[in-house]
């Protein structure tokens, strides 16, 4: 008798656009075939359920999918993520809000799943250091996705700095603009007491991080921004956000990022998303933007709604192939296929006396392993605090990293005390 495929069974958290965009193709793609490699052989990649509050997104994307998900489960409601968690399920798979990360995440791991969570994967470094000690304590992978990281642009840009071609980055600016209709109805369920930033300035955030470290130090953050259209003027909802952070190098050098985000860009803009970033060191400057690098496509009545004007097929397209074969790829998806490789590599890739030392390994790969993510989660744990009191009208505030008084400390102008927001080093 042959032995059965080995497989891997996986829960889906979050059935939104992040979903169909990028995780849906994959699960269609080895729905058709198998995930291989020559240290697992083929390894099936099995979709056994949908998680969502009110299942109806789930519900219709399983009628157009029924010939290759005929097993898959549709769990809405208070109870859907226990019940999933009780299900043989072997991977989690997380694309909720930002703010909604964190739980799903808590309960899957202390079961002993391994965990994939969209960006940024939580607001503070508590819920962080929770994550990643229960990862340990499972023996489990925890990651979080990067999918700006696998853009080729970027990876070529990090290979200049890693090669010493590009010498000592001293400052940056990046920027990502994003529709009205993405805030006023495709996050509208949500978007209450939400920011770009946090959503989208953390690719950036990590790009920085992961492509000109780690032989710096993480030393403050201040932020500002623009309500009104979104929501009030006065209440905790952001239109657009605009920060600064600041690395130090050993030798007292600093360099300084500018990142600004926007959900409000008017929905004809021809970029749809507009996304660029400059970067500037001792020997050289580099430049990329997305709409200049590609295609500019016009159809009557079709662009730019149902078709994008400046489309990014790096990061997810459709494609007839020569030999007739249709598929969806794009570095969106490769980094959802990319974490299913490590995680047949841990369970798949040897004798099983050796998955812990395979387990370690993946866990060293610190594009995204949860535990390399500290200095990105703090990032994001001074922004929201940064943004929380100016939404009160205490603006002006910075946040200081490691240093006397704690990791993270919020100091405001006209204030004498600080605010200790994380103790422990960063």
Known sequence: MQPSTPQLRVGMVGVGMIFEETYAPFFEQTAREPLYDSTTGPVQVHLTALVSRTGQRAARYLERQASLFTTCRNLSGSDALRALIQMPVDVVCIATPDHRHFEPARAALAAGKHVLIEKPSVLNLNELDELVQLARQQGVLAKVVYHKLLDPDHKRLRTLVHDGVLRHVNNGYCSLLEPKSISGSQFAEWITGRNPATYVAIHYWKLIDFTFGPNWFLDRITATGQRGLVGPADGPTWDSVQMQVVYRYPDQREAAFDIHTSWVNPDNFPGYVEQEVQFRFDNGVWNAHQRKRGVEVTIEGRTPGEYKTTPNHHYNAEFLEPWGQRRRRGYGIEVIERFFREVAYVEYGG????????????????????????????IVQALEAILEHGAQGRSGCLVRVNGPMGGLVLYEPGRPEATILYGPTV
């Open 351 to 378: 004798p099983r006396h050796e998955r812990p030392q395979r387990l370690r390994a993946m866990q060293q790969l610190e594009y995204n392993d949860l535990a390399a993510d500290r200095r990105c989660v703090a």
